[in-house]
């Protein structure tokens, strides 16, 4: 348990649909983060929020909306997604700068 | 673009046998961490280093954080089987920002 909730676990979709991903924190970390873990590729940042604010978006297609309304909760709005975007979709939440981040048990998504 | 290089990629050895496992930048980090990531689970923190020249030991595992705070490594004596695992680095952009970059990975697998 590290304290960073992801909902759900598992996601099937179709490439019409709409659905959000969840992450939760309760650390008190001011930071949080969504990474993208395709197979056989590294982790890749997509978003950074530090105090609700978004101060990173690594030139993410449109399709993928994030939101923070507070510290505690992000959540990842997905549209009109291809099958390329199946991949483990992991949150993460960070202290001060240069600490380290915890993880969430990630949501894996597969687009159909 | 800050890259966390490391390597080898894949190691599969035998039960007992020991190995290194390296991290390699060019830009220098005000830490690094070390995760061990099972498959469909979210990454799990090892140990942070912060000091040039700074070692820690994680039972068989000892950690390594260069001079420069460039690079890292990972050293694991008489692997086991519980030892197999997606091993990453991980560090924090030393000019304040909460960018937060992982390494490319190296997928261990330890045989019995």
């Known amino acids: 348990e590290t304290g960073v909730t992801q909902t759900p676990r598992h996601l099937v979709m179709g490439m019409t649909n709409k659905k959000s991903l969840k992450c939760e924190q309760h650390l008190g970390h001011n930071a949080m983060y969504w990474y993208k873990q395709s197979a056989k590729k590294p982790l890749e940042l997509m978003f950074v929020?530090?105090?609700?604010?978004?101060?990173e978006n690594n030139s993410v297609p449109s399709r993928f909306s994030p939101e923070c309304p507070n510290s505690s909760h992000l959540f990842l709005h997905l549209h009109t997604l291809q099958p390329e975007d199946s991949a483990l979709y992991l949150c993460a939440s960070k202290g001060a700068v240069g600490t380290e981040a915890f993880f969430g048990q990630g949501t894996r998504l597969t687009v159909v | 673009t800050q890259l966390l290089e490391q390597s080898p990629q894949f190691l599969s050895i035998q039960e007992g046998e020991n190995l290194t496992v390296y991290c390699n930048s060019s830009?220098?980090?005000?830490?690094l961490q070390w995760y061990r990531q099972e498959p469909g689970e979210g990454p799990v923190l090892l140990v942070t280093v912060v000091t040039g020249g700074e070692v820690k030991k994680l039972k068989r595992l000892t950690f390594q954080f260069g001079d420069a705070r460039k690079d890292s490594s990972l050293h694991i004596t008489a692997a086991q089987p519980g030892d197999t695992g997606l091993y990453l680095c991980a560090g924090a952009n030393p000019s304040g920002t909460y960018k937060y970059i992982f390494g490319t990975g190296t997928r261990l697998k330890v045989l019995a």
């Open positions: 929020y530090n105090f609700k604010e978004q101060t």
């Open positions: 830009s220098v980090f005000s830490s």
